[in-house]
C-alpha cells in the first residue's frame, strides 16, 4: 500500500495496542443500495456500511469512539461518567449503555426542556439509569458539567467527563480501526459520505485512509456548524492522534483534504428540510434503512445530490458511512 504518511505501519501496531472496551464484536455490514441507485437513475455504486446495525445500545458512530475513550478512563481509575448533549443526544444514550454495563454512575447535562413523559434518547438515558440534569442552553453545560464532576468528587467518585461526541484524538482513533474492518470487507470506495458534527468520526476516517494508504476521498455533511468551523475541529483532533500514535500531527492533518458539505444544513440543527425528508422516505422504501432528519437524513441527502448533478462520475464507488440516529425518528 502506498505510504502517505511516515510511521503508518507502526502507528497502525501502536493502535492495536491500545485498550478498548468490546463494544463492537465483529464487523457491522456493508451493502449495496441498488434500489436506491435505480430511483435515482442509476450513477455509481452505491452501497453503506451500516454502523446502525451495532447491535450495543442501539450502535451507531458514538460506540465506536466511547469504545477507546471509556476503556482509558477506566484504566486512570475513573469509576463514574458525566457528559452532555442536547435532550435527544445519540452520544448521550451510547455513554449511559457503557456505564450500565460497567457498573458506573453516569450523569448526563442536557440543554433543553425536561419532557413530561420521556421519548427516544431521552427514555433511554432514564431506562438505562442515568441521571439527567438540564441546563437552558448550550453555552450552560461546559459549567453544568464541571459542577457535577466536582459533586462526583466529594462524594468519593473519580468521575471522567466526555466531551461532546466523545469525539477526542483518543476516541477518533475507533474510526481509524473501522476503516481496517471496511479493507478487509472488500476494495475501499473511492468516496465516503457521512454526517460530519462533533469532527471526531472525521478525523478518524481521514487518519485511517491516510494511514492503510487509502486516496479514498472523504466527505463529511454538516448538520449545524459552518464547513470552516467543523474543519478546524478536525485539524485539531488529527493532530491530537498523531501524538497517540507516534507520529507526526501536522503530517497527518495535511494527508488527505478536509471536506464539510455544510449546504445541507436547511433550517438548522434538528429540523427537517425537504431534501432530508426525501432522503429519509427514499432510503425507507428502498432500502429499508432508517435515517433521522438531524444526521443522517441530511448526509444522505448530499450525496442523492451528487449523483443526480453527475459531481460523481459514474464508474466510482460512494459509500455511505451510516452513523445511526435512528433513535431520534421517535421523538
Same mark, same amino acid.
Given at each position: 500500500? %502506498?505510504?502517505?504518511?511516515?510511521?503508518?505501519?507502526? *502507528?497502525?501496531?501502536?493502535?492495536?495496542?491500545?485498550?478498548?472496551?468490546?463494544?463492537?464484536?465483529?464487523?457491522?455490514?456493508?451493502?449495496?443500495?441498488?434500489?436506491?441507485?435505480?430511483?435515482?437513475?442509476?450513477?455509481?455504486?452505491?452501497?453503506? @456500511?451500516?454502523? #446502525?446495525?451495532?447491535?450495543?445500545?442501539?450502535?451507531?458512530?458514538?460506540?465506536? @469512539?466511547?469504545?477507546?475513550?471509556?476503556?482509558?478512563?477506566?484504566?486512570?481509575?475513573?469509576?463514574?461518567?458525566? =457528559?452532555?448533549?442536547?435532550?435527544?443526544?445519540? /452520544?448521550?444514550?451510547? =455513554?449511559?449503555?457503557?456505564?450500565? =454495563?460497567?457498573?458506573?454512575?453516569?450523569?448526563?447535562?442536557?440543554?433543553?426542556?425536561?419532557?413530561?413523559?420521556?421519548?427516544?434518547?431521552?427514555?433511554?438515558?432514564?431506562?438505562?439509569?442515568?441521571?439527567?440534569?438540564?441546563?437552558?442552553?448550550?453555552?450552560?453545560?461546559?459549567? *453544568?458539567?464541571?459542577?457535577?464532576?466536582?459533586?462526583?468528587?466529594?462524594?468519593?467518585?473519580?468521575?471522567?467527563?466526555?466531551?461532546?461526541?466523545?469525539?477526542?484524538?483518543?476516541?477518533?482513533?475507533?474510526?481509524?480501526?473501522?476503516?481496517?474492518?471496511?479493507?478487509?470487507?472488500? %476494495?475501499?470506495?473511492?468516496?465516503?459520505? /457521512?454526517?460530519?458534527?462533533?469532527?471526531?468520526?472525521?478525523?478518524?476516517?481521514?487518519?485511517?485512509?491516510?494511514? /492503510?494508504?487509502? %486516496?479514498?476521498?472523504?466527505?463529511?455533511?454538516?448538520?449545524?456548524? %459552518?464547513?470552516?468551523?467543523?474543519?478546524?475541529?478536525?485539524?485539531?483532533?488529527?493532530?491530537?492522534?498523531?501524538?497517540?500514535?507516534?507520529?507526526?500531527?501536522?503530517?497527518?492533518?495535511?494527508?488527505?483534504?478536509?471536506?464539510?458539505? #455544510?449546504?445541507?444544513?436547511?433550517?438548522?440543527?434538528?429540523?427537517?428540510? #425537504?431534501?432530508?425528508?426525501?432522503?429519509?422516505?427514499?432510503?425507507?422504501?428502498?432500502?429499508?434503512?432508517?435515517?433521522?432528519?438531524?444526521?443522517?437524513? @441530511?448526509?444522505?441527502?448530499?450525496?442523492?445530490?451528487?449523483?443526480?448533478?453527475?459531481?460523481?462520475?459514474?464508474?466510482?464507488?460512494?459509500?455511505?458511512? /451510516?452513523?445511526?440516529?435512528?433513535?431520534?425518528?421517535?421523538?
Amino acid at each position: 500500500m %502506498p505510504d502517505f504518511i511516515p510511521g503508518a505501519r507502526d *502507528a497502525l501496531e501502536r493502535l492495536r495496542a491500545l485498550p478498548a472496551l468490546p463494544l463492537i464484536t465483529e464487523p457491522t455490514p456493508i451493502q449495496e443500495m441498488t434500489r436506491l441507485r435505480s430511483a435515482l437513475g442509476g450513477g455509481p455504486r452505491l452501497v453503506v @456500511k451500516r454502523d #446502525d446495525a451495532i447491535p450495543f445500545g442501539f450502535g451507531g458512530n458514538k460506540v465506536r @469512539k466511547l469504545a477507546y475513550v471509556v476503556a482509558g478512563a477506566v484504566a486512570s481509575g475513573a469509576d463514574a461518567l458525566v =457528559t452532555s448533549g442536547g435532550v435527544q443526544s445519540n /452520544h448521550a444514550r451510547v =455513554t449511559a449503555a457503557v456505564a450500565a =454495563t460497567l457498573g458506573m454512575p453516569c450523569v448526563i447535562v442536557a440543554n433543553g426542556v425536561r419532557q413530561e413523559r420521556p421519548t427516544a434518547n431521552a427514555f433511554l438515558d432514564v431506562l438505562l439509569g442515568a441521571e439527567v440534569r438540564y441546563v437552558g442552553s448550550r453555552e450552560a453545560r461546559a459549567a *453544568a458539567v464541571e459542577d457535577v464532576a466536582a459533586e462526583l468528587r466529594l462524594q468519593g467518585r473519580t468521575p471522567v467527563a466526555i466531551p461532546l461526541g466523545a469525539s477526542t484524538p483518543l476516541g477518533a482513533l475507533g474510526f481509524v480501526r473501522a476503516v481496517g474492518e471496511m479493507l478487509e470487507q472488500g %476494495p475501499a470506495p473511492d468516496v465516503i459520505v /457521512h454526517a460530519s458534527s462533533s469532527a471526531g468520526t472525521q478525523a478518524g476516517l481521514l487518519a485511517g485512509c491516510a494511514l /492503510h494508504g487509502v %486516496p479514498t476521498r472523504v466527505i463529511g455533511v454538516s448538520p449545524d456548524d %459552518p464547513s470552516a468551523s467543523i474543519a478546524g475541529r478536525i485539524r485539531e483532533v488529527l493532530r491530537g492522534m498523531g501524538s497517540l500514535l507516534g507520529i507526526d500531527g501536522a503530517a497527518l492533518a495535511a494527508a488527505q483534504p478536509i471536506v464539510v458539505d #455544510d449546504t445541507f444544513i436547511g433550517g438548522g440543527y434538528g429540523v427537517p428540510s #425537504d431534501a432530508s425528508r426525501e432522503a429519509q422516505r427514499l432510503a425507507a422504501q428502498r432500502e429499508a434503512m432508517f435515517v433521522d432528519n438531524t444526521y443522517t437524513a @441530511k448526509a444522505l441527502a448530499a450525496l442523492i445530490a451528487s449523483v443526480r448533478s453527475g459531481r460523481i462520475p459514474r464508474d466510482a464507488t460512494v459509500m455511505f458511512w /451510516h452513523t445511526g440516529g435512528q433513535v431520534g425518528i421517535f421523538a
